[in-house]
């Protein structure tokens, strides 16, 4: 008998088979490099980003982490103008030409949900150094055990 997949499968599949494809684009423009976010308010922006075109990495869902005017921001950009949810503007390199790894993204109101991102290069669940999930997980962390 045949074994149907489920719908987390199929979402995983369709994961792999967009990364391998933007990967195969980005490798063609320079920038091959997969940027993770393993921890967000809004679920819609974890996952996998690979480049699409100059300064725009897409994820499975169709959330787009962008540059624009010498800043970075995560939103939904299928529309114009977009609508950003989480910027790196506060604390962030400015005019940087790869996404900023490690910095403080801040929730952008109204579309941004607490907690902020992190972008990664390392894999989520892979237990990288780099395996960041929010700030508020690298706060906790950081406090004392309690006894």
Same mark, same amino acid.
């Given at each position: 008998?045949?074994?149907?997949?489920?719908?987390?499968?199929?979402?995983?599949?369709?994961?792999?088979?967009?990364?391998?494809?933007?990967?195969?684009?980005?490798?063609?423009?320079?920038?091959?490099?997969?940027?993770?976010?393993?921890?967000?308010?809004?679920?819609?922006?974890? @996952?996998?980003?690979?480049?699409?075109?100059?300064?725009?990495?897409?994820?499975?869902?169709?959330?787009?982490?962008?540059?624009?005017?010498?800043?970075?921001?995560?939103?939904?950009?299928?529309?114009?103008?977009?609508?950003?949810?989480?910027?790196?503007?506060?604390?962030?390199?400015?005019?940087?030409?790869?996404? !900023?790894?490690?910095?403080?993204?801040?929730?952008?109101?109204?579309? @941004?949900?607490?907690?902020? !991102?992190?972008?990664?290069?390392?894999?989520?669940?892979? @237990? @990288?150094?780099?395996?960041?999930?929010?700030?508020?997980?690298?706060?906790?962390?950081?406090? !004392?055990?309690?006894?």
């Amino acid at each position: 008998s045949r074994v149907h997949a489920t719908p987390m499968r199929s979402q995983q599949r369709w994961i792999a088979l967009a990364a391998a494809w933007a990967a195969m684009a980005a490798a063609e423009d320079g920038d091959a490099t997969i940027y993770y976010v393993c921890a967000a308010g809004d679920p819609r922006f974890v @996952g996998a980003y690979a480049h699409t075109e100059a300064t725009t990495y897409v994820n499975a869902n169709g959330m787009a982490l962008f540059r624009h005017n010498s800043f970075w921001y995560l939103g939904d950009a299928r529309d114009w103008p977009p609508a950003t949810a989480y910027r790196c503007v506060v604390d962030c390199p400015r005019g940087q030409a790869t996404p !900023p790894v490690g910095a403080a993204f801040t929730v952008a109101e109204p579309h @941004g949900i607490d907690p902020a !991102p992190t972008l990664s290069v390392v894999p989520c669940g892979s @237990g @990288g150094s780099d395996d960041a999930g929010t700030r508020e997980d690298d706060e906790e962390e950081d406090a !004392p055990a309690e006894l």
